[in-house]
């Protein structure tokens, strides 16, 4: 069974503040994917990054990162120097990538981030 | 290019009636998932279509929900007669064969 756990329920910050939201999954799947959407106040659900399991490169886009490691299952999230506007509800993510199985993505339960001017 | 396309955005009537959801997903995407939000059970996958088929219903409530494909650019999800535990935000995603869901904005439906 795939499971994703978003340890952290909540988590507040002071703008300019770094912060990390964790992310550890389970699959017995060889190959999946791992993905990180944002929900903002306004509701609607934002793609934000699209990991392969066979990529633990880490990425950076602006003042985001994101750090996999396969040993330890997570796949964590950094918001480097936080804006008020990154304030949201974060989904941690995870889906096969083979046809035939499940087609399922597997959301976490979410992260709730209030950054505070 | 066009998003995931979901109205009516916002939607109150009373119990017992017939309520009807929509999504235009992104063109050229064949599969389209419905999943729905609660507080309390967070994101829920109700359905889901491949090549406008449905592949797997397991986590529609009961038979008081129903949802269609009749072709590659508009599916429905139905409810009737609803209830005020059917209150939620409903939101309809898209994707290519391998590929991201991208979700539309979701319609918040209240059931008094």
Not at chain 2, 63 to 78: G, I, Q, V
């Amino acid at each position: 069974a795939q499971k994703v756990t978003q340890a952290q329920t909540e988590i507040s910050v002071v703008e300019k503040e770094d912060v990390t939201l964790d992310c550890v999954y389970e699959t017995r799947d060889t190959t999946y994917y791992l993905f990180w959407y944002k929900q903002p106040p306004s509701g609607e659900l934002v793609f934000l990054i699209r990991r392969n399991s066979f990529d633990e490169q880490n990425e950076i886009s602006g003042r985001y990162s994101w750090n996999f490691q396969k040993s330890t299952s997570s796949f964590n999230f950094t918001i480097t120097a936080s804006q008020v506007v990154d304030s949201a509800v974060y989904f941690c993510a995870l889906s096969p990538t083979t046809q035939g199985g499940s087609e399922k993505l597997v959301f976490g339960k979410g992260t709730k981030l209030t950054v505070n001017p | 290019d066009a998003g995931v396309i979901q109205s009516p955005r916002h939607e109150v009537t009373e119990m017992g009636q017939e309520v009807t959801l929509r999504c235009k997903p992104i063109s050229g995407h064949d599969y389209l998932f419905w999943y729905r939000q609660t507080m309390m059970r967070g994101l829920e996958l109700l359905i889901y279509f491949n090549n406008n088929v449905p592949i797997d219903d397991s986590g529609m409530p009961e038979d008081r929900f129903s949802a269609k494909m009749p072709n590659a650019s508009f599916s429905t999800l139905k409810i009737q007669p609803s209830e005020p535990r059917d209150s939620a935000v409903y939101f309809c995603a898209s994707r290519l064969w391998t590929g991201t869901q991208y979700f539309g904005p979701g319609t918040r439906l209240l059931v008094l």
